[in-house]
């Protein structure tokens, strides 16, 4: 028997989950509760906005291995997996650098033609100590790969594996799952049907997969001392002398990855023993191999390329670019990157370059041997050149944030978006101790829109610990996202005094709305009123007519949730009309939405529904997740009015997702309370009670006041 969502929630909590296992396992539960009820209407279709093309053919995998060498056998054993019955899944087990992504890849690509509806590819990293892949990642890169737009991936990993399952059902693919950390890793991404087949590499023998999910061991070893000195032939050519090939293939214990490097060192003409080389005994151990290997390679570069790879060791993300490595060594790198791909100690990926996480871990333990003045002159410059092009970034998604100096905004939305996705870590990580400020200020709207609350957390408390005021408006505003009430009031309130002691008007209005959203979910509407109308009348002030359409906005927000609806009207069609005319398409989709909320209250069906898909297309264009999940939650109750509530379940799900996903507990109290209401009109009244209590529960947790009212009403008419 399942225990009450309230009570299970309080348990979850106890126990030390984190707030997305938090809203993971809710969502389980609620389905697990849900599947146990009849259903009286057919399962929800999926929208039409997510709707993507008939069967693309992803064509993912890296370029074949050069000179692959040996393995006979382990090809042959991935042969028999192919040609056996049942779940094809296959585990490619070894140590580091022996070769498993060389075997995996031209493995796939000898068989590409048996599969003749694509092959998907992803390095999971499992074993960076940065960034390794969370399996949702690497769902959504698979999903846009086979034709799902954007707006068709749903945001919870348990979705995103259904809908992938879904679309590689009866197709016969081949997916490569690359460098996996563990078997939670890799379940997510494996296919419910055994028409493909799934090829897995990882350090560990992962014995749960084996067990579990019929997986195949396939253990891989070193390359005996003959296929050694054949890859060392293949890779040096005709000319290479005997003593070489005879004492790299001694050196490198039967690694490829430490073949590869030794071989891209010495001429291909020598004759001789490199003296650097012949002074390091591996005994074996691959380990001390690969630390040979390298640091010889390292003593064969020229001076400027060997400095880009210490100093790489100190950028803490994973994929860099020539502008990165430029701006750690304070001059043009293109040269030094270029020797250093050629020496195989970097490698091209998304449209940069990046490194074996051995060799990534070598490079940071030589940066750590940088002196510290050095060091410290390098993490300024990488800072300075991250927020240099963050900023253009934002510009480029926010063009209606910019303030001060125009900056030279990227190449597009997308361009900007991938960037900030791809840094997003880094400039966290900088954060905590370089241009903490400066980072806060410019990256707190994409932060926002994002949904990646923790980062913005762990961003503008820095930023704060500096005493900016600005800081606090934005740590005030992700504490308010989270239900986090009487912080966000905290952080507000020393916003506006700082910003008041500095005479900061703008800063001031701005910490001001703020501060009125609480009031308002808290349930003093007054206040909540008050403020905000003080706000408006600030950035009229000001001449600010951005600010002023915000606060436009949120009096016709207010308005509404207190049933004024024809002031509510006129404050968010003003709203709509001067955000279309200043070009920003993202609010204008927030007043469209709301406009839509109070058609769909006042019995307008039509109009309503017209307002909140536009609304939606708004929100997905700008990548707000928050913006798609209020809209998709405001959708579902306007389904659920017109009596459509097979699509009002649809929505509210997604939009329930959504919420869970970011940690947005307003919209998850309004969500579940919404599902509870669309539950009992179709005969589900206990399925209806446990949304009730979830959101009773939330709501009393964080003060919002409006919710609980209106989960202790739901739960009423549900037991009645």
Same mark, same amino acid.
């Given at each position: 028997?399942l225990?009450?969502?309230?009570?299970?929630?309080v348990?979850?909590?106890?126990?030390?989950?984190?707030?997305?296992?938090?809203?993971?396992?809710?969502?389980?539960?609620?389905?697990?509760e849900?599947?146990?009820?009849?259903?009286?209407?057919?399962?929800?279709?999926?929208?039409?906005?997510?709707?993507?093309?008939?069967?693309?053919?992803?064509?993912?995998?890296?370029?074949?291995?050069?000179?692959?060498?040996?393995?006979?056998?382990?090809?042959?054993?991935l042969?028999?997996?192919?040609?056996?019955?049942?779940?094809?899944?296959?585990?490619?087990?070894?140590?580091?650098?022996?070769?498993?992504?060389?075997?995996?890849?031209?493995?796939?690509?000898?068989v590409?033609?048996?599969?003749?509806?694509?092959?998907?590819?992803?390095?999971?990293r499992?074993?960076?100590?940065?960034?390794?892949?969370?399996?949702?990642?690497?769902? *959504?890169?698979?999903l846009?790969?086979?034709?799902?737009?954007?707006?068709g991936i749903?945001?919870?990993?348990?979705?995103?594996?259904?809908?992938?399952?879904t679309?590689v059902a009866?197709?016969?693919?081949?997916?490569?799952l690359?460098?996996?950390?563990?078997?939670?890793q890799?379940?997510?991404?494996?296919?419910?049907?055994?028409?493909?087949?799934?090829?897995?590499t990882?350090?560990?023998?992962?014995?749960g997969?084996?067990?579990?999910?019929?997986?195949?061991?396939?253990?891989?070893?070193?390359?005996?001392?003959? =296929?050694?000195?054949v890859?060392?032939?293949?890779?040096?050519?005709?000319?290479a002398?005997?003593?070489?090939?005879?004492?790299?293939a001694?050196?490198?214990?039967?690694?490829?990855?430490?073949?590869?490097?030794?071989?891209?060192?010495?001429?291909?003409?020598?004759?001789?023993?490199?003296?650097?080389?012949?002074?390091?005994?591996? =005994?074996?151990?691959?380990?001390?191999?690969?630390?040979?290997?390298?640091?010889?390679s390292?003593?064969?570069?020229?001076?400027?390329?060997?400095?880009?790879?210490?100093?790489?060791?100190?950028?803490?993300?994973r994929?860099?670019?020539?502008?990165?490595?430029?701006?750690?060594?304070?001059?043009?790198?293109?040269?030094?990157l270029?020797?250093?791909?050629?020496?195989?100690?970097?490698?091209?990926? =998304?449209?940069?370059y990046?490194?074996?996480?051995?060799?990534? *871990?070598?490079?940071?333990?030589?940066?750590?041997?940088?002196?510290?003045?050095?060091?410290?002159?390098?993490?300024?410059?990488?800072?300075?050149?991250?927020l240099?092009?963050?900023?253009?970034?934002t510009?480029?998604?926010?063009?209606h944030?910019?303030?001060?100096?125009?900056?030279?905004a990227?190449?597009?939305?997308?361009?900007a978006?991938?960037?900030?996705?791809?840094?997003?870590?880094a400039?966290?990580?900088?954060?905590?101790?370089?241009?903490?400020?400066?980072l806060?200020?410019?990256?707190?709207r994409?932060?926002?829109?994002?949904?990646?609350?923790?980062?913005?957390l762990?961003?503008?408390?820095?930023?704060?610990?500096h005493g900016d005021?600005?800081?606090?408006?934005?740590?005030?505003?992700?504490?308010?996202?989270?239900?986090?009430?009487?912080? *966000?009031?905290?952080?507000?309130?020393?916003?506006?005094?700082?910003?008041?002691?500095?005479g900061?008007?703008?800063?001031?209005?701005?910490?001001?709305a703020?501060?009125?959203?609480?009031?308002?979910?808290?349930?003093d509407h007054?206040?909540?009123?008050a403020?905000?109308?003080? *706000?408006?009348?600030?950035?009229?002030?000001?001449?600010?007519?951005?600010?002023?359409g915000?606060?436009?906005?949120?009096?016709?927000?207010?308005?509404?949730?207190?049933?004024?609806?024809?002031?509510?009207? =006129?404050?968010?069609?003003?709203?709509?009309a001067l955000?279309?005319?200043?070009?920003?398409?993202?609010?204008?989709?927030y007043?469209?939405?709301?406009?839509?909320a109070?058609?769909?209250?006042?019995?307008?069906?039509d109009?309503?529904?017209?307002?909140?898909?536009?609304?939606?297309?708004?929100c997905?264009?700008?990548?707000?997740?928050?913006?798609?999940?209020?809209?998709?939650?405001t959708?579902?109750?306007a389904?659920?009015?017109?009596?459509?509530?097979?699509?009002?379940?649809?929505?509210?799900?997604?939009?329930l997702t959504?919420?869970r996903?970011?940690?947005?507990?307003?919209?998850?109290?309004?969500?579940?309370?919404?599902?509870g209401?669309?539950?009992?009109?179709?005969?589900?009244?206990?399925?209806?009670?446990?949304?009730?209590a979830?959101?009773?529960?939330?709501?009393?947790?964080?003060?919002?006041?409006?919710?609980?009212?209106?989960?202790?009403?739901?739960?009423?008419?549900?037991?009645?």
């Amino acid at each position: 028997m399942l225990p009450p969502t309230d009570r299970f929630d309080v348990l979850v909590r106890l126990l030390g989950a984190s707030p997305a296992e938090q809203g993971a396992l809710a969502t389980a539960r609620d389905r697990v509760e849900e599947g146990r009820r009849p259903v009286p209407s057919p399962a929800p279709a999926a929208p039409a906005d997510s709707a993507g093309p008939a069967h693309p053919v992803p064509r993912q995998l890296p370029a074949d291995v050069p000179a692959f060498t040996g393995r006979a056998a382990r090809l042959a054993d991935l042969d028999a997996v192919l040609a056996g019955a049942g779940a094809r899944v296959v585990l490619i087990a070894g140590t580091a650098g022996v070769g498993k992504t060389a075997l995996a890849v031209h493995w796939a690509h000898r068989v590409a033609d048996r599969f003749p509806d694509g092959q998907l590819y992803v390095d999971l990293r499992g074993y960076d100590p940065r960034q390794p892949v969370d399996p949702g990642d690497a769902l *959504a890169g698979f999903l846009r790969g086979l034709g799902v737009p954007a707006s068709g991936i749903p945001a919870a990993t348990d979705e995103r594996a259904a809908r992938y399952r879904t679309e590689v059902a009866g197709r016969r693919l081949l997916v490569v799952l690359d460098n996996a950390a563990d078997a939670g890793q890799v379940r997510p991404l494996l296919p419910g049907t055994s028409t493909g087949a799934v090829v897995v590499t990882s350090r560990d023998t992962l014995g749960g997969l084996v067990a579990r999910d019929g997986a195949h061991p396939v253990r891989l070893g070193r390359l005996d001392r003959a =296929d050694s000195r054949v890859l060392l032939r293949r890779l040096l050519g005709p000319g290479a002398g005997p003593g070489t090939v005879d004492l790299l293939a001694d050196r490198c214990a039967g690694l490829p990855l430490a073949l590869r490097i030794a071989a891209a060192g010495p001429s291909p003409h020598c004759s001789g023993v490199p003296a650097d080389l012949a002074a390091f005994d591996a =005994d074996g151990d691959p380990h001390t191999a690969l630390r040979s290997v390298f640091s010889w390679s390292l003593r064969r570069l020229d001076p400027p390329a060997a400095r880009a790879f210490q100093l790489l060791g100190l950028y803490p993300g994973r994929v860099f670019d020539d502008a990165t490595a430029t701006a750690l060594a304070g001059g043009p790198a293109g040269a030094p990157l270029d020797e250093l791909a050629r020496a195989h100690l970097v490698e091209p990926a =998304d449209g940069g370059y990046t490194m074996h996480d051995l060799l990534r *871990a070598y490079s940071a333990e030589l940066a750590a041997l940088l002196p510290p003045g050095e060091a410290g002159a390098a993490l300024d410059r990488l800072a300075a050149h991250l927020l240099d092009t963050a900023t253009a970034a934002t510009a480029t998604l926010f063009p209606h944030d910019r303030a001060g100096a125009e900056p030279t905004a990227m190449d597009g939305p997308e361009a900007a978006a991938r960037w900030l996705d791809r840094h997003r870590a880094a400039l966290v990580t900088l954060a905590g101790s370089r241009a903490a400020v400066a980072l806060s200020r410019v990256l707190w709207r994409y932060l926002e829109v994002g949904g990646h609350y923790r980062e913005a957390l762990a961003l503008h408390a820095a930023a704060a610990a500096h005493g900016d005021a600005g800081a606090h408006t934005d740590l005030g505003a992700v504490h308010w996202l989270l239900g986090d009430h009487d912080l *966000a009031k905290v952080h507000f309130g020393r916003s506006l005094d700082g910003h008041r002691a500095a005479g900061d008007a703008a800063g001031e209005a701005r910490a001001t709305a703020r501060l009125a959203l609480v009031h308002e979910r808290l349930g003093d509407h007054d206040e909540a009123l008050a403020r905000l109308r003080d *706000a408006l009348a600030a950035y009229r002030a000001l001449g600010d007519r951005h600010g002023e359409g915000a606060q436009l906005l949120n009096l016709g927000f207010t308005l509404y949730r207190i049933g004024r609806h024809p002031e509510a009207l =006129d404050h968010l069609h003003r709203a709509a009309a001067l955000f279309a005319d200043l070009g920003d398409r993202r609010l204008e989709g927030y007043a469209l939405g709301n406009l839509g909320a109070v058609f769909s209250a006042t019995g307008r069906h039509d109009a309503a529904l017209a307002h909140l898909h536009l609304a939606l297309e708004r929100c997905v264009e700008a990548r707000d997740r928050g913006g798609e999940g209020t809209a998709r939650g405001t959708l579902g109750v306007a389904y659920h009015r017109h009596g459509d509530h097979t699509k009002a379940l649809g929505h509210l799900r997604r939009a329930l997702t959504v919420a869970r996903a970011t940690g947005e507990c307003g919209l998850e109290v309004e969500t579940l309370n919404a599902l509870g209401d669309v539950l009992l009109a179709t005969d589900r009244p206990d399925a209806a009670v446990h949304r009730f209590a979830a959101a009773r529960a939330l709501a009393e947790r964080t003060g919002d006041r409006h919710g609980l009212a209106r989960a202790v009403d739901g739960l009423s008419r549900a037991r009645r």
